[in-house]
């Protein structure tokens, strides 16, 4: 993958998005040039970046695509035109909250722009302006309409600084995806505001492209993500993870700076929060109908169907009505290939999370429905399986919320015959581990190391394909009605896995 771009190749990399009146102010912060600081132009937090609408599912004249930023506690006035040429004829509605951040120098705004009224496969341009001066122009691409070619990223377990998620940003805009699939745990170590705006937003909107810094995905693609146990990282008096306010104001970013599909279930077990009462309220004034209902979604684009779910040891898999919307979802869709998103994985032999094991509950409801693919995080590692189906014996564990230790028996149904290349169709699902995007790794010594791939609690059944924890890696898809092929790439843009699976 070419490491040397030419600010043309940039500009068309990044969707065209070219900041005209900002320069940088400090790591991570961008102020407007000196004329436009007299209007009191406010300092950029996060610079504007593209998040998708609230409808995950696909409808040609209403999709919607939403322009988000974050800014000091200075008022200001935006504007956000936007149409398919640059007469810029439509505005788009801004809506402004505040995220109190008590450990930061200040509060800060946060604003997100609705385009609405969009085509499918089709590109827009858009201008932002403050007070009255242009300050960005750029254009951004609309879903592939049903059956169109798909190419998206996965990764998860990245942000902290680390040198790893650096180059794995850089290598995962270099493949211009359609969008990145987050598997969890997006910044380190307690999924704060102000991690985010240290380790998150730096690196993934960076503004330049270079394996040293990141890359721009966030101001050219929807970043997709599903909340993980860093998001949650504080625990109550017994033990059991709960977002604490007092502990740290800027908790549960997750649900302040994403903007995902609300279509899924009010979660019978949300997301656990405690502290003094004026800190929640300015939590969810700010977070609004996004928490909880955002821990739980699907969405569609191109020949693909995402189902992202919440997979924290609060949750319980086997809830009735949580099954009942998963069996809805991966009924009720018409795309080709199905992928399911958590981050804890059902099927990993590492060694920090193996117990972890209470979403194998729901595999023969993937079974049941066709899902293709899972992809999980928690692992700092790269696994694939085999193709395989899953019987739990034993399903008692998985209901033991807040426990580590939640072990689910079952019998194993593995394909050896699929190898990805000359046998293509396979036999059950493959779950895929992507927990490498740059946090420090786990395991190195089962990188290519097969006799370390099994449990005795499984009664050592050979169902791990590909491990390779010794470098930081993302997965690439490729996805077509009849063709899907994924690749894994690593840090140093070298491909360590390959595989193709063909509909019949």
């Known amino acids: 993958m070419n490491k040397n771009l030419t600010r043309r190749q940039f500009l068309r990399s990044a969707g065209g998005v070219t900041f005209l009146a900002l320069v940088p102010a400090g790591r991570g912060l961008f102020a407007a040039e000196p004329g436009l600081r007299a209007t009191r132009a406010p300092v950029f937090t996060a610079l504007p970046y593209i998040q998708p609408g609230p409808d995950g599912c696909l409808r040609d004249g209403e999709e919607t695509v939403r322009l988000a930023w974050q800014t000091e506690h200075v008022p200001a006035d935006f504007e956000v035109h936007y149409d398919a040429d640059k007469n810029y004829a439509k505005m788009a509605e801004i809506v ?7 450990g930061r120098a200040s509060n800060t705004f946060n604003y997100v722009s609705l385009c609405t009224e969009l085509q499918l496969g089709r590109r827009y341009f858009y201008r932002v302006r403050c007070n009255g001066e242009k ?46 699939m987050n598997t969890g745990d997006n910044v380190y170590e307690g999924g704060l505001d102000s991690e985010y705006a240290r380790f998150f937003f730096p690196v993934y909107n960076s503004d330049t492209a270079d394996p040293a810094i990141g890359g721009p995905l966030l101001r050219s693609i929807p970043f997709y993500t599903v909340i993980a146990n860093h998001d949650v990282a504080n625990k109550d008096g017994r033990g059991n993870p709960v977002a604490d306010f007092d502990a740290a104001s800027d908790s549960l970013a997750y649900y302040t700076n994403f903007h995902l599909p609300l279509n899924g279930p009010f979660p019978a077990r949300p997301t656990s929060v405690r502290g003094e009462s004026a800190r929640l309220d300015a939590f969810r004034a700010c977070a609004g109908e996004r928490f909880p209902q955002m821990a739980n979604y ?21 809830d009735c009505g949580l099954q009942d919307w998963i069996r809805h979802e991966l009924r009720s869709t018409d795309a080709v290939w ?76 593995v394909d050896t015959r699929f190898d990805g290349r000359e046998m293509t169709t396979p036999e059950g699902i493959l779950y895929i581990t992507t927990g490498a995007g740059g946090k420090s790794l786990y395991d190195f010594g089962r990188t290519n190391n ?55």
């Open 96 to 102: 402004r909250t505040e995220r109190i951040n008590e």
């Open 135 to 180: 300050l960005a122009e750029g254009f951004f691409t609309t879903r592939q309409p049903r059956g169109g070619h798909v190419r998206f990223v996965a990764f998860g377990d990245n942000s902290y600084g680390d040198a790893g998620e650096r180059a794995i940003a850089f290598h995962a805009y270099n493949a211009h995806p359609d969008f990145v």
């Open 298 to 318: 699907s969405f569609d684009c191109g020949c693909a169907h995402l189902l992202c779910l919440d997979s924290n040891l609060y949750i319980d898999p086997t």
């Open 338 to 413: 199905k992928f399911v998103v958590y981050h804890h994985p059902a099927f990993n032999v590492g060694v920090e999370h193996y117990r972890e094991q209470h979403m194998r509950v729901l595999s023969p409801i993937f079974e049941e429905y066709g899902v293709d693919v899972v992809l999980s995080g928690h692992e700092h590692s790269y696994q694939r399986t085999k193709p395989m189906r899953f019987a739990p014996r034993d399903t008692a564990r998985a209901s033991l919320v807040n426990n580590n230790d939640r072990r689910v028996p079952g019998d194993f149904k």
């Open 450 to 504: 097969p006799p370390k791939w099994t449990w005795p609690d499984d009664f050592h059944t050979a169902y791990v394909q590909s491990f390779c924890s010794d470098r930081h890696s993302f997965t690439l898809f490729d996805l077509d009605p009849k063709v899907l092929v994924m690749r894994q790439i690593d840090e140093f843009g070298k491909e360590i896995d390959r595989l193709q699976i063909t509909k019949s």
